[in-house]
Structure formats: C-alpha cells, structure tokens
C-alpha cells in the first residue's frame, strides 16, 4: 500500500495564499483520484476538493486543487485567507484494489 | 438530503468486539456505484480508513486491520454494520460512516468510542 504525507502545519495571514502539498509515497499520484477535506474542531469532514481538482457546489472558489506529476504530489491552494479557514485538511485517495488512503493531516493556522 | 448517523456503544472492554451501525437516508445501497465506508479518528490523531462495502456487496477492507473487520450491509433497512474484533485501548477513536459515490462525499457526525477496562 501507499502512504500519503502533509506538512504537519502550515500558517499564513489573513488576504495572503497558502498551499498544502500531499505527496505519494509509491504508484502515480495521476493513477487516481485525490480528494482534500476540511476538517474543524469538532465537526466531520467536509470535501473542498475531488477528483483532483473539482469543488463541490457551495465550496468558494478560492479553493483549488492540482496534482504535479513530477513530484508525485498534490496540492491545495487557498487564495484570499479567512480566518474561518483554520481547521485541520486532509488529502486522500486510494489504490487500483480500492484501498483507501488518508494523509496525515495539515493544520492551518490563519493568524 | 443524504444523512447518515452512527449508533454503538460508547464504551468496551479490551478483547472484545466492537459493532457499529450506521443508518443513512436520502439514498439507496443497492443504487449501482454507491458505498458506504468507515472511516474512524483517534483523539488529537488523523483520519484512517476502515473499510468499504458497494452497492454489489463489494467489501473493501483496511490491509492493517482486514484480519479483525466485517463490514455488512441490509439494503431493506438502510443500515451499513462494521464489527471489529479484539478490541485495544488504541482503538479508541471516533468512528464514523460516509457515503461514498465515488469519494466520501457525506458524513455522519461521527461516535467517540473508548476502549478501557
């Protein structure tokens, strides 16, 4: 199987742009899809982010995903940061057995 | 709307089984591509996937954790059961269930479930 890895945390100021890589460990990060999820204190997950780079209806355009095939890694980006953007993301996919893998989660502090 | 909810007990013992049930609604498991997966989170800790059963009975199972986990499905009462096996005090977590069609694109609010003596 595959590993997943984030940063352990990141931090940006409010207006600025942050980006979260999540790099697989073996296979192609283009083999499948990769999904990122927010996570606040205290609540479940919510997508922001799936099949690479599609946002869900009612996830603000200043979310984006992409994956670099040349560091076999993906990414979230957020433009125009919020506060209410603090939470813990986690990025996600899976394997050709349908294994599913999380990473270990970044957790963004808007400061 | 789809919702899904968890229900078990909040507290077992170490060595025994654990069994979950999640009651959804809002769609149907015998819909071709749709899931339901478990996914649960240790306090402080991050997301880990157990296990995942389709619409066809498919079972996907966690390769660290396939020796201890059954997950079943009954389509007539839109529940989704996992049970797990030789339970730890590190298994202590919340667990949740999420319907997957294609990603877990909806999730339960999630059961704390500790493991103590």
């Known amino acids: 199987n595959f590993m997943l890895t984030q940063p352990h945390s990141v931090s940006e100021s409010p207006g600025k742009t942050v980006t979260i890589s999540c790099t697989r460990s073996?296979?192609?990060?283009?083999?499948?899809?990769v999904q990122w999820y927010q996570q606040r204190p205290g609540s479940s997950p919510t997508t922001m982010i799936y099949?690479?780079?599609?946002?869900p209806s009612g996830v603000p355009d200043r979310f984006s995903g992409s994956i670099d095939r040349s560091s076999n890694s993906a990414s979230l980006t957020i433009s125009g940061l919020k506060t209410e953007d603090e939470a813990d993301y986690y990025c996600q996919s899976y394997d050709s057995s349908n294994h599913w893998v999380f990473g270990g989660g970044t957790k963004l502090t808007v400061l | 709307q789809i919702t899904l909810k968890e229900s078990g007990p909040t507290l077992v013992k170490p060595t025994q089984t654990l069994t979950l049930t999640c009651t959804f609604s809002g769609f149907s498991l015998s819909t071709s591509g749709v899931g339901v997966g478990w996914i649960r989170q240790p306090p402080g800790k991050a997301l880990e996937w157990l296990a995942l059963?389709?619409?066809?009975?498919?079972?996907r199972y966690s390769p660290s954790l396939k020796s201890r986990l059954t997950i079943t499905k009954d389509t007539s009462k839109n529940q989704v059961v996992l049970t797990m096996t030789n339970m730890d005090p590190v298994d202590t977590a919340t667990y949740y269930c999420?319907?997957?069609?294609?990603?877990?694109?909806?999730w339960g609010q999630g059961t704390l479930v500790t493991v103590s003596s």
């Open positions: 999420a319907h997957n069609g294609d990603y877990f694109d909806y």
């Open positions: 073996s296979g192609s990060i283009a083999s499948n899809y």
């Open positions: 099949e690479d780079n599609q946002r």
């Open positions: 059963i389709y619409w066809d009975d498919d079972k």
